[in-house]
């Protein structure tokens, strides 16, 4: 079990490191598109969404999930989102508006930090929605970059890309909701003293 674990084990995992790859690879990723290297900026992004789809997989087989890495993952998730789109608006590859829709969501999700700590609830954990949205999110952005490039794959990537950011924006939304719905159910059994 991971709580059996020696804390130096529990943080040098292969799951973590992955996830520290992920880190690390937002700022490469953001001298490529600056750069107007997209090609390359593109596969950053394809590795980030293969080793976020790796660390899960591999913690979930070997018993490996860390609290370090239950940490790791969705920061590594957000960074990259909020990263990507940013540089790409900034790029004009997607609308402005969309990024705001997608920071008002992250904001929504914020604000029930006070909530949490005042009646000293734990974060809740992440549904599967909020999984579907990430995933659509994070291979829907580098096919959406690929289309920019106006060639023969980036035709055919383009509409894909879409269909996955304008899913993902949805489920995000949705797992918002359903995150506030948790925390006040929390909340009430908190209040009714019930063990939570």
């Known amino acids: 079990m991971t709580e059996q674990l020696p804390l130096r084990k529990q943080i040098w995992t292969a799951p973590n490191l992955l996830s520290i790859a992920r ?3 937002v700022p ?7 750069g107007k290297h997209d090609l390359w ?5 394809v590795a980030s969404g293969v080793t976020d789809y ?3 997989k591999i913690a979930r087989k070997y018993n490996l999930v860390t ?5 790791l993952d969705p920061a ?6 909020v990263s990507t789109i940013v540089a790409l608006a900034w790029r004009d590859i997607i609308p402005w508006w969309l990024v705001i829709v997608l920071f008002v969501r992250e904001a929504f999700v914020f604000g029930f930090g006070p909530t949490l700590r005042k009646h000293r609830l734990p974060i809740p954990p992440v549904h599967f929605v909020g999984k579907s949205a990430t995933f659509c999110l994070i291979y829907g952005f580098p096919l959406v970059l690929l289309g920019s490039l106006h060639n023969g794959w980036g035709h055919v990537a383009q509409p894909i ?3 996955f950011v304008w899913w993902g924006t949805a489920l995000y939304w949705l797992a918002g909701v359903m995150y506030a719905g948790q925390i006040r159910e929390m909340v009430r059994r908190s ?3 019930q063990a939570v």
């Open 67 to 71: 609290r370090l890495g239950q940490l």
């Open 161 to 163: 890309g879409w269909a």
């Open 23 to 25: 880190l690390v690879g």
């Open 41 to 45: 900026a593109f596969w950053v992004l």
């Open 191 to 193: 209040e009714a003293g």
């Open 28 to 34: 490469v990723f953001l001298w490529l598109i600056v």
């Open 76 to 81: 590594a998730d957000r960074l990259y989102i």
């Open 54 to 56: 790796l660390d899960g």
